[in-house]
């Protein structure tokens, strides 16, 4: 594909509602790429927790904070990226996010204490948080409306993945190869996917909204939008609230060994690899129905595995749909975004980014408090009710209707 600007019909609109002659399928595949890379970034370090504490003198508690801090960077930065750099072309910012991802590993690589490991994956953070916040409205400029849901479902590929395969692959090339190696291949990968944005992304404008906090508040008053995210937050923090625990509920399974253990874990996320490919392909048309059957499928598995943990094929199905819902949400939530807001997606974005960041800070908080407080049956139970009242708002929030 040549970088010239996109092709598009003529609109007498703002340039948002400008749509491409055809879907640019390569610059979504390079955005799957960069999804992937960036998760993979993100979820090495618990897979290499042991050997980087051993290496720096630290705790493995202390390197488990390089976690942390990337995703409460990652919270900052979504809603705010777009006042940041209101004018900047946003292939530009693709290629210059990707830069500092793979800047981040390049440091980590040689970090030589904690700090400047630390200042290093505030930097990751910065990156993930920019990237999730402009994908939805990228991923809308380079597609036709009748294929949004299905490049939605591309972009999010690469974090199924990485999420699914992050740990696993890290724990395998950690016996293999030191983890200052790691983490440095993943910086050389990463300029690799610099690049390749950089060749097949077209100019992509920013949206006549993205410039001001203004944008931000006019977003949050769109009818629907508050109802919407109200939803979303309440389906992610029920979904991780047990999800962060969801060791201490597969362990009340009887006569589950480490390998049953390791067999259900493997089916959540062959669950969520499934999911986000087949509401990737239902999205653009069966919307309506979909907004509220994902998020009520993480709610009602949950639940199964909640209130009948004797039941080992039952927790294996629900573990399984339960992986599928979660899988599917951000291409749901994304769409219905898209649907809504076509002409301030980057704050929408943002908003959206945000809400899941705060979803995942407060669902792991509130999930161990729960835990202590009155067990892992009971936190689940309350971790379902969240995610089917999360499912049942989200879904009841206005709903433009399909676009053809």
Known sequence: MTTGTIPTVPATQSPRTQIPAKTAWAAIAAMMATSFVLVLAEFLPPSLLPSMAASLGITEGQAGQTVTVTA??????????????????????????????????????????????????????AALGAFWAMSIAIAASLSQPKHLGRAIML???????????????????????????????????????????????????????????RSLVDTLRVPGIRVGLTGHILTVLGHFVAFTYIRLAIDRVPGLDSVGVAALLVAF???????????????????????????????????????????????????????????????????????????????????????????????AGVGGLLIDLIGVTPALVVASASAIVGGLIFGSARFPGRTD
């Open 269 to 363: 996320g062959i669950g969520g690899v499934a999911g986000n490919f087949l509401v990737g392909l239902l999205v653009d048309r069966h919307l309506a129905v979909l907004r509220f059957a994902v998020p009520l499928l993480i709610g009602v598995s949950i639940g199964i595995v909640a209130l009948a943990p004797g039941e080992v094929w039952l927790v294996a199905v629900a573990v399984t749909t339960w992986g599928i819902g979660f899988g599917g949400w951000l291409t749901t939530l994304g769409t219905w975004m898209g649907r809504l807001v076509p002409d301030r997606m980057e704050s929408g974005g943002g908003l959206s980014v945000a809400g899941f960041q705060l979803a995942i800070t407060l669902g």
């Open 155 to 213: 972009v999010n590929t690469g974090t199924t993945v990485a999420t699914v395969a992050g740990v696993p692959l890290g724990s395998y090339l950690g016996t293999i190869m030191d983890w200052r190696l790691i983490f440095a291949s993943v910086a050389v990968v990463t300029v690799a996917v610099a690049i390749a944005l950089r060749v097949a992304l077209p100019h992509v404008p920013p949206t006549a909204s993205s410039g001001g906090l």
């Open 72 to 125: 409460f960077v990652g919270f900052l930065t979504a809603p705010t990226i777009g006042i940041l750099v209101p004018r900047l072309d946003r292939r530009t910012l693709l290629v210059i996010l990707a830069g500092a991802a793979a800047l981040s590993s390049a440091i980590v690589a040689v970090a030589p204490g904690f700090v400047l490991l630390l200042v290093a994956r505030l930097l990751l953070g």
